[in-house]
């Protein structure tokens, strides 16, 4: 089976104080395996609740998910999904060893098997010397890799991922854009990743999928075939750079569309 998240006919509506809301309608996306999608979008468009369906967080109004060819809430039990907050969500009062444990020790991981899970998923995310660290002893970044590797340390054939780097400065966020590319070459995971940054999600993805608001749906998909990594020279070249043009022109456009329907 080809396709790790299939989307189909997806509508979420919400209810509000002020009535009935509906934030997708008839919402379709597939992702291939060991594909990576970047959803970009107008802030309010919807990204998070599509996350949130993949993940079944929020059953849908209508429509269908699929997770590996299984309703989510299959692929949950089965611990097919990481997901990494917008935020790094980590438990203050447990160290990163611990944070990173915390998972194998919910599936009822064994000790010694779970040690050397969580010290590995450390050490893949440039962490080892920070074990007995706190979140509070780490900067931005260090928690964000701790929350990667507490999404990553059981192994999930799909991690989702809520603008993950949007708090970070841009070099902090190259170091990690770079960082995500090996791991995500070396695991041949599928990742659906949320960014508001283009050059961003340009440069992690096969493919840009850029969103409109009200309701929530997809105006455009932007195929994205530069050979990892994408570094250096080919972000200042003409072909990286008309494909950031034409993905900031649809954004701009969803977010105008946004506003002419705006009350
Ligand atoms: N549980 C909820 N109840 C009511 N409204 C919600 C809920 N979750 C999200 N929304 C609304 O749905 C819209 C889309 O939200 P969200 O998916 O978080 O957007 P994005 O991640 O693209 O910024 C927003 O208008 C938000 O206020
Ligand atoms: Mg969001």
Excluded at 6 to 33: H, M
Excluded at 129 to 155: C, D, N, W
């Amino acid at each position: 089976m080809e396709e790790a998240v299939c989307v189909r006919n997806l509508s979420i509506t919400f209810q509000s104080a002020s009535g009935p809301l509906t934030v997708l309608s008839e919402f379709d996306l597939s992702i291939k395996r060991n594909e990576f999608v970047s959803l970009i979008g107008p802030s309010g468009c919807g990204k998070t609740t599509v996350l949130r369906c993949v993940a079944n967080l929020i059953k849908p109004s209508a429509g269908e998910v699929e997770v590996n060819g299984m309703p989510p809430q299959e692929a949950v039990k089965r611990r097919q999904i990481g997901y990494v907050f917008q935020s790094a969500t980590l438990l203050e009062w447990r160290n990163v060893l611990k944070n990173v444990l915390l998972p194998l020790e919910l599936a009822g991981v064994n000790r010694k098997t779970a040690m050397l899970r969580a010290q590995a998923m450390i050490e893949r995310v440039g962490l080892s010397g920070f074990t007995k660290h706190y979140p509070r002893q780490l900067s931005g970044g260090m928690q964000q890799r701790v929350a990667i590797a507490r999404a990553m340390v059981m192994e999930p054939d799909i991690i989702l991922m809520d603008e993950p780097f949007a708090a970070l400065d841009e070099m902090t966020r190259d170091d990690m854009n770079q960082w995500l590319t090996e791991v995500f070459l070396a695991t041949e995971s599928t990742v659906l990743f949320v960014t508001h940054n283009i050059r961003e999600a340009i440069q992690l993805s096969d493919r840009v999928v850029v969103m409109a608001a009200r309701p929530g749906r997809i105006i455009k998909d932007f195929r994205v075939d530069f050979p990892r990594p994408r570094t250096g020279e080919l972000l200042f070249s003409p072909e990286f750079t008309k494909l950031r043009q034409d993905a900031e022109e649809s954004l701009y456009s969803a977010a105008h569309a946004m506003r002419k329907v705006a009350p």
